[in-house]
């Protein structure tokens, strides 16, 4: 479904890269957000919590609700689901559909942070994982049922990352927000994050030297190839083997002697968990993990339902480059984030358009509020 993963240069800067799985396009939009612009968190039966951005940001954004006639979606129903700020902070929503729980109730004279604005919250108001950890913990925060997916309670993990290379996992665990620091710099999906370490211990053998000999009775066995180090990683694409491989990957690609070389080595690890159509295919009757999005399923003649990698983000933390392609393009498209902090509108374009486009850093300059 989801894998995101932290990386450090030969300089000790900074990047973070993601790849996101589905079984169909979702209307995904570029976003920029200025510093100033005000969104509001709406939680039913609490006052609202309006928010002003301290930080720009750039990212990528979805309605959260499914627009009709008489109720077309606004600016104010974009979410953020992966971004950069200006101060070099990222989040990412990932995953985790097994974590749907009851909360405890907020007192109704509260005002309540809906955990579908986390990313415009920590992303607006906060420069370093340390300041949305300690934050955090005083905000409180509910989960709302989400329509697109079929009244599931925001069934996601909430990744964040800053320059320092310090990374945090919130989740939402049957109703209980638990707060982790992030050793590995890793995230995929369920089961919760700290299942994912404990299964770390099961790996204390893995290195990246190839030990390519060896000597059985009176036999010396000899590999005929390099690679042998890597026999050892899970092969699957489930969220627990992909935790496991992106850890080696995060852990043992050396380390890049330029910015530039760092978000093409980063790029190149992605690649590794890019899934193409119909790799994995689930039949409805043999049951599935998928996420059932209400309202926009697209019509096909498979019979299957098949993940595949709807689009891969990178972001240079220290340089404030975002950079991202979708299932239609081998090349990213780049947006300095730099060359739009003095912009005062907030720009979204639908990002099925931008495919192909090496720059989109003009197009959000030139294009007016959605």
């Known amino acids: 479904m989801c894998t995101s993963l932290g990386y450090k240069d030969a300089a000790g800067n900074t990047y973070f890269g993601r790849t996101l799985e589905l079984t169909l396009d ?3 939009q570029l976003a920029y957000f200025p510093a100033g612009f005000q969104t509001v968190s709406n939680i039913p039966g609490h006052p609202p919590l309006t928010l002003e951005a301290r930080h720009a940001l750039v990212g990528v954004t979805m309605p959260y609700r499914i627009p009709t006639a008489a109720a077309p979606v606004t600016l104010g129903d974009f979410k953020v689901l992966e ?4 101060k070099g902070l990222t989040f990412s929503l990932l995953s985790y559909p097994a974590s749907g729980g009851t909360q405890k109730a907020v007192e109704v004279t509260q005002a309540v942070l809906s955990a579908s604005d986390l990313g415009a919250w920590a992303l607006g108001q906060f420069a370093s994982v340390a300041e949305v950890k300690a934050a955090i913990a005083a905000q409180p925060v509910m989960l709302q049922p ?7 309670q925001s069934p996601f993990h909430y990744v964040v990352h800053d320059t320092t ?3 945090i996992v919130i989740e939402f665990d049957h109703g209980t927000m638990s707060i982790h620091d992030n050793p590995v710099g890793v995230m995929t999906n369920g089961p919760k994050f700290d299942w994912h370490l404990t299964n770390l211990d099961n790996y204390t053998f893995l290195s990246n030297v190839d030990k390519s000999t060896a000597v059985f009775g009176g036999y010396k066995a000899a590999q005929p190839d390099s690679g042998i180090a890597t026999a050892g990683l899970p092969a699957s694409n489930t969220s627990v083997g992909r935790f496991v491989r992106a850890v080696y990957y995060a852990q043992f690609t050396e380390k890049a002697a330029s910015p530039d070389l760092a978000i093409r080595t980063l790029a190149h690890i992605l690649n590794n968990f890019d899934r193409p ?11 599935s993990a ?3 999005v209400q309202g926009l399923q697209q019509p096909g003649s498979e019979p299957y339902a098949t993940e595949f990698t709807c689009w891969t983000s990178l972001s ?5 480059l975002f950079f991202i392609r979708d299932y239609r393009s081998l090349n990213f498209m780049r947006v300095d984030l730099g060359a739009l902090v003095d912009r005062k509108t907030p720009t979204l374009i639908p990002l099925d358009k931008l495919t192909g486009a090496v720059d989109a850093t003009e197009a959000l300059k030139g294009a007016g509020a959605h």
């Open 165 to 167: 290379g310090a990374a």
């Open 83 to 86: 971004g950069l700020n200006d």
């Open 316 to 320: 240079d933390l220290a340089g404030k």
């Open 290 to 292: 998928q996420f059932e």
């Open 277 to 287: 159509r119909g790799v994995t295919i689930d039949y409805p009757d043999q049951g």
């Open 26 to 28: 979702l209307p995904y």
């Open 146 to 152: 989400l329509a697109m997916l079929g009244g599931a």
